[in-house]
């Protein structure tokens, strides 16, 4: 079963939740209303081997990548960061000292981002074959607007991309994917500056193609990526731009003017929202090479979780 298959299935079974519910299970983060007030909140793990290579990836980085890609989520909701959570699960070979050296990154990272690390669990496991998993929870409160959906995007809208797509996972433990800065502070602006007019956005985590395909499935409409206009990162081609993923970048539906930048950051233009009910489409997202509509699903990116 696909991750995102299993995820469904459980959400439907959700189906009494309570009215406090601000934002149901399925978008970058939930959120509950109490007391008057807002919280976000989400979770998400690092698992090494999946998302780090722990033998050529410094402990430093492993920390701050278990951070960076969950405050990801919360830029993905123009939200701002309150407190984090983490709970990690080491090889007992690890080692004591390495532990706190991973505490100590994922520490200063939260600190960082002004999401500070609050409480927290460490465990070392019994299997020498357990693999490092960091489970990583973040709260918010909203930004200037209410929490940018997935689901809001509307015929007419052009879909946007932060940044540069593509390549960023090398086998030499670099890469962007785990020296990237969460857009936190650029969605904050981007939702101060467009208002009501920022109709929907998420982050770039499994790939422009499967992203994109979110917000076209939650606001039921069709998605047109233009290739030529992608954002390529060094040698990525627009295939790599739309499949790599772990971009940690910002895609989102606006309508009206949008700036060519935010704090230096670019943002492109890179496709078009249009109705659900375009019917000379071939599917829900596409992607046009040239004169050449191409169905995105061909391109082959649903990989099996
Ligand atoms: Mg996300």
């Known amino acids: 079963m696909r991750e995102f298959d299993l995820l469904r299935h459980i959400y439907r079974s959700n189906d009494r939740l309570d009215r406090a519910v601000g934002i149901p299970p399925g978008d970058d983060m939930g959120m509950i209303r109490f007391g008057g007030g807002e919280v976000l909140a989400a979770v998400d793990q690092l698992v090494a081997g999946r998302h780090?290579?722990?033998?050529?990836?410094?402990?430093?980085?492993?920390?701050?990548?278990?951070?960076?890609?969950?405050?990801?989520d919360?830029?993905?909701?123009?939200?701002?960061?309150?407190c984090t959570l983490v709970a990690a699960t080491l090889p007992p070979e690890f080692g004591e000292d390495r532990a706190r050296q991973l505490f100590e990154s994922m520490r200063r990272t939260c600190e960082r981002f002004e999401c500070p690390l609050i409480g927290g669990d460490l465990a070392f496991h019994g299997d020498p074959d357990h693999p490092l998993v960091c489970s990583v929870t973040v709260l918010a409160e909203p930004g200037p607007t209410p929490p940018v959906l997935r689901s809001g995007a509307r015929p007419g809208d052009t879909l946007y991309v932060t940044g540069q797509l593509g390549g960023t996972m090398l086998d030499d433990g670099s890469g962007h994917h785990?020296?990237?800065?969460?857009?936190?502070?650029?969605?904050?602006?981007?939702?101060?500056?467009?208002?009501?007019?920022?109709?929907?956005?998420?982050?770039?985590?499994?790939?422009?193609?499967?992203d994109a395909d979110h917000i076209a499935e939650a606001s039921e409409v069709?998605?047109?990526?233009?290739?030529?206009?992608?954002?390529?990162?060094?040698?990525?081609?627009?295939?790599?731009?739309?499949?790599?993923?772990?971009?940690?970048?910002?895609?989102?539906a606006a309508s009206g003017s949008v700036p060519s930048e935010?704090?230096?950051?670019?943002?492109?233009?890179?496709?078009?929202?249009?109705?659900?009910?375009?019917?000379?489409?071939?599917?829900?997202?596409?992607?046009?090479?040239?004169?050449?509509?191409?169905e995105a699903g061909e391109l082959g990116w649903q990989h099996e979780a």
């Open 74 to 82: 919360i830029a993905a909701m123009a939200a701002r960061p309150l």
């Open 52 to 72: 780090v290579r722990i033998e050529t990836t410094s402990v430093e980085l492993v920390g701050r990548k278990a951070i960076t890609r969950s405050l990801s």
């Open 262 to 294: 935010v704090r230096g950051v670019p943002i492109t233009p890179v496709g078009e929202v249009l109705s659900g009910e375009t019917g000379e489409l071939p599917a829900r997202l596409c992607v046009r090479d040239g004169d050449t509509l191409r």
């Open 178 to 210: 785990l020296t990237f800065d969460p857009r936190i502070t650029e969605a904050l602006m981007l939702a101060e500056l467009l208002g009501d007019r920022l109709h929907a956005m998420i982050d770039l985590s499994d790939g422009l193609g499967r």
């Open 222 to 252: 069709k998605i047109v990526i233009d290739a030529a206009r992608l954002p390529c990162r060094g040698n990525a081609s627009w295939k790599d731009a739309l499949q790599n993923g772990e971009d940690y970048e910002l895609c989102f």
